[in-house]
């Protein structure tokens, strides 16, 4: 596709509840990134892939939260037992090479809501 | 702590004037800024960016000042446009580094 697709666009679950994520990114894009963004507040960071290696994922705020990207295209974020404060909107994000300078080009989000 | 200070929080500008957002760092290590521009629903999408080799990039209506000494950078929206209403986030990035660090935001209204 032209940009990074995100799905699903909302998603709510009760807590205590599994919800995973879905990110396909430009198609050779070779970074892939996760934020978190937070009502009203800029995006963190939360993990970085190059190609299926996770290389930092120093910004998952708990175990709860895992991420993967097995073939090196399709990434998945998985939060287990969710809590409310998991309530966010989660970004992806791609860029084309693995150098330090290159924009990120990011999908809309997933709108995550924990009852 | 917050690495990257933005203001003000919001904005409004009548159209046709110019919108300045400021930001503000601490890091040495920072080595690139850009500007993203978010609406309502949508993920940020890239506007402008800067190295600190210079001191001004001009694209079109937009121009990000940036003074080394300081640490401080700006985004200057000229002749603003009620199409312009939106989010803004400044960023910056370490030297080899990946991670972008954001700013708050700022949200601009453009009256017509």
């Known amino acids: 596709g032209a940009g990074v697709s995100q799905s699903p666009r909302y998603k709510v679950a009760k807590r205590g509840q599994d919800v995973a994520l879905r990110c396909d990114p430009i198609?050779?894009?070779?970074?892939l990134f996760w934020y978190q963004q937070a009502l009203g507040q800029g995006p963190e960071f939360l993990t970085y892939f190059q190609n299926e290696a996770q290389l930092d994922k120093s910004g998952l705020p708990s175990d709860r939260f895992f991420a993967e990207r097995p073939e090196g295209s399709v990434s998945t974020l998985k939060i287990q037992r969710t809590q409310q404060e998991d309530s966010a909107v989660y970004l992806c994000?791609?860029?084309?090479?693995?150098?330090?300078?290159?924009?990120?080009?990011f999908g809309d989000g997933t709108r995550l809501s924990i009852l | 702590q917050q690495q990257v200070k933005q203001s003000p929080q919001s904005l409004i500008v009548q159209k046709g004037g110019i919108s300045i957002i400021n930001c503000a760092y601490e890091n040495t290590a920072f080595d690139y800024f850009p500007w993203y521009q978010q609406f309502p629903g949508k993920g940020p999408a890239l506007l402008i960016a800067i190295r600190p080799d210079v001191s001004e990039k001009k694209e079109g209506r937009f121009t990000i000042s940036f003074n080394k000494s300081a640490k401080q950078f700006s985004l200057h929206i000229m002749d603003s446009q009620p199409g312009d209403s939106a989010t803004y986030f400044c960023?910056?990035?370490?030297?080899?580094?990946?991670?972008?660090?954001f700013g708050s935001g700022t949200r601009l209204l453009v009256r017509p």
């Open positions: 198609s050779g894009h070779v970074s």
């Open positions: 994000a791609s860029s084309l090479r693995r150098q330090f300078n290159q924009p990120q080009h």
């Open positions: 960023a910056a990035r370490e030297d080899s580094s990946y991670k972008l660090i």
